[in-house]
């Protein structure tokens, strides 16, 4: 009898060789191994278990096999949903990704609509174009921006953008909405998105220049990529704004951060940090 899976919604249904195959495939493990690899997770599950013993065991056999990068790859879009529950996090994530890419960029920004102030979870601009973005978060696989999001963020964008126009210090300027989401997008969401002229990005869409993409082309990995901290370590490091590997890695040197991680234990994570920079320059390489 297969192992019966616990999903987050609290549905349960039974093990899917073929799920693990394809979500195997996207993280490009070779086709030789998906199926050796699959099968081993299944033997190694109980009668039951939760999704996440599931991508832990699937994570451990990788990182035994000593395929480093494609673990991290596996890993990457729970990683991203460790540093909830709460968005704020997540605003941070995604304005140091923008500024790693060339962007200026600001968090947490009000700013007065010609009807009402808005909290813009990031400010960013480029030469003459400023972008108004909102970042929408969710903590669960298979949650999805609707269209509703996208209706309130263009509907907050128009807002503001008409007391821009007014004003002769911004008029030469150009403003554009973004929607960008840990996860999926429904069709409709982008549809709207599309004619409305609003930049979507979700997990993997579009499907050059997605969220995923962005990750992986700055290689600012979350801290959450870290697997030997544990949650209460990760919360105090995420609530001190050390939420890249990189931050960790510039902390590390500046202090000691002795009464978050022991001595030992920062020896292990700065091999880890050195490991994950290893492989994704190698991957880099590899293209």
């Known amino acids: 009898m297969s192992p019966q899976i616990k999903k987050a919604s609290g549905i349960i249904e039974e093990f899917s060789p073929h799920k693990l195959a394809k979500s195997l495939e996207l993280s490009k493990v070779p086709d030789h191994l998906i199926k050796e690899i699959s099968s081993q997770v299944q033997r190694s599950l109980g009668q039951t278990v939760d999704t996440h013993v599931i991508h832990q065991k699937t994570r451990e056999i990788l990182e035994n096999r000593g395929l480093y990068d494609l ?121 709207y998105s599309t004619c409305r002229g609003m930049k979507l990005l979700s997990w993997t869409y579009p499907v050059e220049g997605n969220l995923k993409s962005l990750i992986t082309e700055t290689k600012l990995l979350p ?33 000691t951060l002795r009464e978050i991680i022991p001595d030992d234990q920062q020896s292990l994570i700065k091999n880890q940090i050195k490991k994950i920079k290893s492989v994704s320059y190698q991957a880099k390489q590899s293209e």
């Not at 870290?226 to 001190?240: A, E, M, N, P, V």
């Open 71 to 191: 673990s991290f790859d596996y890993d990457l879009r729970r990683a991203v949903m460790r540093l909830g529950p709460s968005g704020y996090p997540f605003e941070k994530y995604v304005s140091k990704i923008l500024a790693m890419k060339g962007f200026d960029t600001k968090p947490n920004q009000i700013i007065r609509g010609k009807c009402i102030s808005h909290e813009i979870d990031v400010v960013a601009h480029q030469g003459p174009s400023h972008y108004l973005i909102e970042c929408k978060f969710h903590s669960f696989p298979g949650t999805k921006s609707d269209v509703q999001v996208a209706l309130y963020t263009y509907a907050r964008f128009l807002d503001i953008k008409e007391v821009l126009e007014t004003d002769p210090l911004h008029q030469k300027e150009i403003y554009q909405a973004w929607l960008i989401t840990n996860t999926k997008a429904t069709k409709d969401s982008i549809d």
């Open 223 to 255: 801290v959450t990529s870290i697997t030997s901290l544990s949650d209460k370590q990760l919360d105090t490091l995420i609530s001190r704004d050390i939420i890249t590997i990189v931050d960790l890695e510039n902390q590390f040197q500046f202090q």
